[in-house]
């Protein structure tokens, strides 16, 4: 079955850029998708089909998939921004999220 | 506005089943494809299920055989129902939406939380 693989973990300072990446065989073959949950909330769709954003999603957001990875930007990072966030993609008829990157703004 | 509500969880002991459901409103589910998606207690995001159409339905293998997804166009509601619920199913199950312009979720229910145990 198809994987999808996120570090646990990533931290950033105010007003820096945060990488979050997303790496899977091929990836870049098949659109990703992200979305950030903060606690006790939902999931939000922030990028969807590599680099396109939903109306209403802040333009510090960004995305790219490239090769085996996929990758989300958030430029100017905002407190506002800390959250957990998932890749997720397709396998076949079949859904598959990374296991998820917990950003820190400090 | 898209709206998502999931009702029917709660506690249930293992070896039990429950059903959950999804009841949309501003769309129609019978225009979109639809899923299920859970988060077990301080764990990440786990695709469970989508419904095609009557005849096309997929499963995660971890519940394959134990959870059946269905819907009722005439409620506009969407179903998940769990057999032989083990405590390892224990989570907050959320419903989406996909989106017909591509591959992607654009829309969440609230989560409906599930707890198996004695």
């Known amino acids: 079955s198809y994987e999808l693989t996120q570090a646990p973990s990533v931290s950033v300072s105010p007003g820096q850029a945060a990488s979050i990446t997303c790496s899977g065989e091929?990836?870049?073959?098949?659109?990703a998708s992200w979305y950030q949950q903060k606690p006790g909330q939902s999931p939000v769709l922030v990028i969807y089909?590599?680099?396109k954003r939903p109306s209403g999603i802040a333009e510090r957001f960004s995305g790219s998939n490239s090769g085996n990875t996929a990758t989300l930007t958030i430029s100017g990072t905002q407190a506002m921004d800390e959250a957990d966030y998932y890749c997720?993609?397709?396998?076949?008829?079949?859904?598959?999220f990374g296991g998820g990157t917990k950003l820190t703004v400090l | 506005e898209v709206q998502l509500v999931e009702t029917g969880g709660g506690l249930v002991q293992p070896g039990g089943s429950l059903t959950l459901s999804c009841a949309a409103s501003?769309?129609?589910?019978?225009?979109?494809?639809m899923t299920w998606v859970r988060q077990a207690p301080g764990k990440g995001l786990e695709w469970v299920s989508i419904?095609?159409?009557?005849?096309?339905?997929y499963n995660a293998d971890s519940v394959k055989g134990r959870f059946t997804i269905s819907r009722d166009n005439s409620k506009n509601t969407l179903y998940l129902q769990m057999n032989s619920l083990r405590p390892e199913d224990t989570a907050t199950y959320y419903c989406?939406?996909?989106?017909?312009?591509?591959?992607?979720?654009?829309?969440w229910g609230q989560g409906n939380l599930v707890t198996v145990s004695s």
């Open positions: 989406a939406r996909v989106a017909r312009s591509g591959w992607y979720f654009d829309s």
């Open positions: 501003g769309f129609t589910v019978s225009d979109h494809y």
């Open positions: 419904f095609y159409s009557a005849d096309i339905t």
């Open positions: 091929k990836l870049g073959e098949r659109f």
């Open positions: 089909q590599d680099t």
């Open positions: 997720q993609a397709w396998d076949s008829s079949t859904a598959v």
